[in-house]
């Protein structure tokens, strides 16, 4: 049982668009939500990461919204780059267990 | 330069022969842990440590074995691999056990299973 849902697989969108990928999950014993990006070939970086805590926290371009209520956190990218390619994964993590999401495909079109 | 280092990169082999894919980091981190990643199901923790001779289960353990005898070493170990091993895997460390500390992943493994 996938204990992160995140979707789209996969996403384009036109170079200064606002691409936005959404995760939920169901344990509330979670309480770091980490979102990592990886390029073809590489090992994942950590992109941004929120406690629930907070509703919102922003690093440059990228942003993660929070709703403790709901379940559910996303990750909007703002003014998007053909280098921001790449494929995105959210994760949940209970201290030393980390649960990932299936990942979003991202393209960004010149 | 501050790393996480896996070895070897690519690996084929035939089901049953033993094989141990190495973790190395330089940065004096405290956990270190494993990861498969399948398409269509993202990355999967295998197992974790939180420091030498403390490891633990992740959420798909089976079929796979640890030690974390040396704080830079975690080496895991499939002592009689199967197809449905085959996958990338990532090893990965963080400077201190829990939740709160960025993990650094390695380049991956991909390992074939015939």
């Known amino acids: 049982q996938q204990q992160v849902k995140q979707s789209p697989q996969s996403l384009i969108v036109q170079k200064g668009g606002i691409p936005i990928i959404n995760c939920a999950y169901e344990?509330?014993?979670?309480?770091?939500f980490p979102w990592y990006q990886q390029f073809p070939g590489k090992g994942p970086a950590l992109l941004i990461a929120i406690r629930p805590d907070v509703s919102e926290k922003k690093e440059g371009r990228f942003t993660i919204s929070f709703n403790k209520s709901a379940k559910q956190f996303s990750l909007h990218i703002m003014d998007s780059q053909p280098g921001d390619s790449a494929t995105y994964f959210c994760a949940a993590s209970t201290g030393n267990q980390f649960y990932f999401g299936t990942g979003t495909s991202l393209t960004v079109i010149p | 330069e501050a790393q996480v280092t896996q070895n070897p990169r690519y690996l084929i082999t035939v089901t049953g022969k033993k094989l141990t894919v190495t973790c190395s980091q330089n940065?004096?981190?405290?956990?270190m842990s494993w990861y498969r990643q399948d398409p269509g199901l993202g990355l999967r923790q295998i197992y974790y440590s939180m420091n030498v001779e403390v490891t633990d289960k992740g959420d798909v353990p089976e079929g796979y074995k640890v030690s974390r005898k040396e704080k830079r070493n975690f080496p895991l170990i499939l002592e009689s691999p199967s197809p449905n091993q085959t996958s990338l895997y990532f090893c990965?460390?963080?400077?201190?056990?829990?939740?709160?500390?960025?993990?650094?992943f390695g380049p991956g493994t991909r390992l074939t299973v015939t």
């Open positions: 344990n509330t014993a979670f309480d770091y």
């Open positions: 940065m004096n981190h405290e956990y």
């Open positions: 990965a460390s963080s400077p201190l056990a829990g939740s709160s500390y960025e993990q650094y």
